[in-house]
Structure formats: structure tokens, C-alpha cells
């Protein structure tokens, strides 16, 4: 059963200098932040702090066609627009993908205590799983948003839902905010699915 008062987390992932950004928020409201670039790191203090959710900007699992996967393309047909995921050969072949595959070790990591969310119920926790930050921002606005004007929409937005903004200083903890609304909202058996089990689903909040 969903407890209001349950810690979830959400994580912006990037590159291997820039890194892990994560919010957590303790009964939908600001509680505290953490940034790191190793992956075991992140994944240690979201047991730490006894988080019952997990939402991670990255994809979690890895095309099985080289083209986008169908979570990816259920957005862009909403006008939600994302990078398209390749195959894990692919992604290691080409350094921009090194922010999936920084992803993907934390999903690994993570999966050890918190089971990958598949569809099915979620609300009692442990679980960690993909979100994707223009999809929360849009689905809180209840229309598509610019992602031209990110920081100053999405700070908006999170205002709007009672989240504190100060402590969010870059646009990383920002879009770790968005995520982290993302994993109250599973909890709650409030959210929206796109996607499948086997490439991934991207949840947002209903």
C-alpha cells in the first residue's frame, strides 16, 4: 500500500564527467540532493536514505532493432520528442551514447534492490524506473511544453506542484525533481505507461 510519506528519488544521468544528479523528495516535498559521477555511489545512497522509488532519465533497457524503441516512439507520436536508443553495441561504439551506458550501470546497480518497474503493480516499493523529464513536465502541464525555455517551464511547473525550487540550483537537479515527481506518482498508482516490458517503459505522471 502507498505510504504519502515515502522517500523516492529521481536522477539525471550524464556523461562520465558530469555525472549523476539526484532529488529525493519525502512525502512529495524537497528533502535532500546528491551528485556524484561513479554509479555504485548513487545506487548506495538510494539504499542509504531507504528511498522506495527510483526514477532514472536513461533508458533501461537497449533496442532490440537499432531503431527507437516503442516507448520512444509512443512520445514522438504525442509530440514528445526524444533520442532515439540504440543496441548496446552500437551506443559503445559512438561517445555521445557514453551517458546511456552510464544509464545502464546504474540500472544495473540499482536492479539489485529495487526491481525494474514492468507494468504491474508498483505501489509498496522497492522499484526503480525510466522517466524521461520533458514527458513529466509535459504530463504536469496537461499539454506539450517547450523544450526550447526548459529551466525557467520546468521550474515553474515543480513550483506549482509545492516542490521548493531554491535548492535546485543547475537544470540537472531540476530535471532530477521532475523524475523524482515521476516515482511519487508510481507509488501512488497515479502515472501513464509508454512502452513495453521488453525494450523498456518510460512511466510520467497520470
Not at 13 to 36: D, I, M, Q, S
Not at 172 to 182: E, F, G, P, R, S
Not at 198 to 205: A, D, K, M, Q, R
Request: glycine share 8%.
Amino acid at each position: 500500500m502507498f505510504d504519502e510519506s515515502s522517500i523516492v528519488i529521481g536522477i539525471d544521468v550524464g556523461g562520465p564527467k558530469k555525472g549523476f544528479h539526484a532529488v529525493a523528495l519525502n512525502a512529495g516535498r524537497y528533502w535532500e540532493k546528491f551528485a556524484t559521477p561513479d554509479a555504485a555511489s548513487m545506487a548506495e545512497w538510494c539504499q542509504q536514505i531507504e528511498a522506495r522509488a527510483v526514477g532514472v532519465d536513461a533508458p533501461c533497457r537497449w533496442s532490440l532493432t537499432g531503431r527507437a524503441r516503442p516507448a520512444e516512439r509512443a512520445l514522438a507520436a504525442e509530440g514528445i520528442h526524444s533520442f532515439a536508443t540504440p543496441g548496446r553495441a552500437a551506443a559503445e561504439s559512438r561517445d555521445f551514447y557514453r551517458w546511456m551506458i552510464n544509464g545502464a550501470e546504474l540500472f544495473r546497480l540499482l536492479e539489485a534492490h529495487y526491481p525494474l518497474f514492468d507494468g504491474g503493480n508498483a505501489t509498496s516499493g522497492p522499484v526503480c524506473f525510466e522517466t524521461f523529464p520533458q514527458a513529466v513536465a509535459c504530463a504536469l502541464a496537461g499539454r506539450v511544453v517547450s523544450a526550447k525555455r526548459k529551466s525557467a517551464v520546468r521550474r515553474e511547473l515543480l513550483r506549482k506542484t509545492g516542490i521548493d525550487t531554491a535548492p535546485l540550483t543547475n537544470i540537472d537537479t531540476v530535471d532530477a525533481a521532475l523524475c523524482a515527481i515521476a516515482a511519487h506518482s508510481l507509488l501512488a498508482g497515479s502515472y501513464k505507461t509508454y512502452g513495453d516490458a521488453t525494450e523498456g517503459l518510460i512511466v510520467v505522471p497520470a
